[in-house]
Nanobody, 127 residues
Framework: QVHLVESGGGSVQAGESLRLSCGAS????????MGWFRQAPGKEREWVSS???????SYADSVKGRFTISKDNAKSTLYLQMNSLKPEDTSLYYC?????????????????????WGQGTQVTVSS
């Protein structure tokens, strides 16, 4: 079982950048697929980006070209580099993970396919 802790959130102006980190403990993350989700007040949790165990990445259309997900297995850390931030990116950002079991094909955009979640880190972008 893995424990996830996000960090790196903050308040920035539109156009600026932030890098979120998600530290994992309790297990190595080599065999975990991982992702970032976000949730604004009064809205449903929204998928942002995911990275599979083979390093393949995917992004929501709203962040494609601006955000980059990466995973450092040696440091047990997941990152989300966020550039050209917009006010609509304001949200609580969550890190999520689950084990890639043999034969399992998760839907990486679906929160229900992630068993482990961090507590979230707030990102606020002002215009």
């Amino acid at each position: 079982q893995v424990h996830l802790v996000e960090s790196g959130g903050g308040s920035v102006q539109a156009g600026e950048s932030l890098r979120l980190s998600c530290g994992a403990s309790g297990d190595t993350i080599n065999s975990y697929y991982m992702g970032w989700f976000r949730q604004a007040p009064g809205k449903e949790r929204e998928w942002v980006s995911s990275i599979s165990t083979d390093g393949s990445t995917s992004y929501a259309d709203s962040v494609k070209g601006r955000f980059t997900i990466s995973k450092d297995n040696a440091k047990s850390t997941l990152y989300l580099q966020m550039n050209s931030l917009k006010p609509e990116d304001t949200s609580l950002y969550y890190c999520a993970a689950d084990v890639m079991y043999p034969g399992w094909v998760p839907i990486l955009e679906r929160p229900a396919d992630f068993a482990y979640w961090g507590q979230g880190t707030q990102v606020t972008v002002s215009s």
